[in-house]
C-alpha cells in the first residue's frame, strides 16, 4: 500500500507561485500519478497527471500556461509547480496514485485508489 502527503501549499499573493510535493512512503516508479484539487463547495476537480515514467504528463487546458506536473523517482516525490497565481487557484490540493504497469496518464478520479490528505493553497492579496 502507498502512503502519500503533499506539502508545500500555503498562503500567496496573486501573482505569486508555489511548489507543491506528493512524497510517498514506497517507491512510485510504476505508478501514475495526478493532482487534484477541491475548492469550497466545489467537487474536486482534476489539474495534472504524468505517466509512470514521466514520459507524457496532461494537465487542465485552463491552468497549462501556468501549472507543471513532474516526478523523481530518486526521491519518489512527484511536484506541481504553480505561476502567476489567482484567486481562483485557491483550494485544497491532492496527489493520487495508481499502480499501472502501462504508461498512460488518468483524468478521471476514480481511476486512482490512493490519495494524500491534501494540502491548502490560499492565494489572497
Known amino acids: 500500500q502507498v502512503r502519500l502527503w503533499e506539502s508545500g501549499g500555503g498562503l500567496e499573493h496573486p501573482g505569486g507561485s508555489l511548489r507543491l510535493s506528493c512524497a510517498s512512503s514506497?517507491?512510485?516508479?510504476?505508478?501514475?500519478m495526478g493532482w487534484y484539487r477541491q475548492a469550497p463547495g466545489k467537487a474536486r476537480e482534476f489539474v495534472a497527471a504524468?505517466?509512470?515514467?514521466?514520459?507524457?504528463?496532461f494537465v487542465l487546458d485552463s491552468v497549462k500556461d501556468r501549472f507543471a506536473i513532474s516526478r523523481d523517482h530518486a526521491k519518489n516525490t512527484i511536484y506541481l509547480q504553480m505561476n502567476n497565481l489567482t484567486a481562483a487557484d485557491t483550494a485544497v490540493y491532492l496527489c493520487?496514485?495508481?499502480?499501472?504497469?502501462?504508461?498512460?496518464?488518468?483524468?478521471?478520479?476514480?481511476?486512482?485508489?490512493?490519495w494524500g490528505p491534501g494540502t491548502q493553497v490560499t492565494v489572497s492579496s
Open positions: 493520487a496514485a495508481r499502480l499501472d504497469y502501462t504508461f498512460n496518464y488518468y483524468i478521471n478520479h476514480e481511476d486512482y485508489r490512493y
Open positions: 514506497g517507491y512510485i516508479i510504476d505508478y501514475a
Open positions: 504524468i505517466n509512470r515514467n514521466g514520459a507524457r504528463t
